[in-house]
């Protein structure tokens, strides 16, 4: 079982950035892909990023390309999404996300976190 905490959301003007952090417990986090996703109001939740088990390999969807970073600290068991040059489309509550199998883009993943709020004024 993995539990899954994210933190680091916020409110902040477009065109700055935020670091999302999510904390994970468990003993084979270093055997999880990890994922980060979002849901704004009305919305269906969509993929934003994820990474591999060793952190090797990384996804990004395409409204979020060069923008977003993902990254993880084994170690720390903590996965991380740095967003830079927001925009108010970035708005959403976003969550976390394990699956003990290959990072993919779908929703197919085991572990949830709670949510973190962002919000991006104009």
């Known amino acids: 079982q993995v539990q899954l905490v994210e933190s680091g959301g916020g409110l902040v003007q477009a065109g700055g950035s935020l670091r999302l952090s999510c904390a994970a417990s468990?003993?084979?986090?270093?055997?999880?892909?990890m994922g980060w996703f979002r849901q704004a109001p009305g919305k269906e939740r969509e993929f934003v990023a994820a990474?591999?088990?060793?952190?090797?390999?990384?996804y990004y969807a395409d409204s979020v390309k060069g923008r977003f970073t993902i990254s993880r600290d084994n170690a720390k068991k903590t996965v991380y999404l740095q967003m830079n040059s927001l925009r108010p489309e970035d708005t959403a509550v976003y969550y976390c996300?394990?699956?003990?199998?290959?990072?993919?883009?779908?929703?197919?993943?085991?572990?949830w976190g709670q949510g973190t709020q962002v919000t991006v004024s104009s």
């Open positions: 990474i591999s088990s060793r952190g090797f390999s990384t």
């Open positions: 468990g003993r084979t986090f270093s055997s999880y892909a």
């Open positions: 996300a394990a699956k003990p199998l290959g990072a993919t883009m779908g929703l197919n993943y085991d572990y």
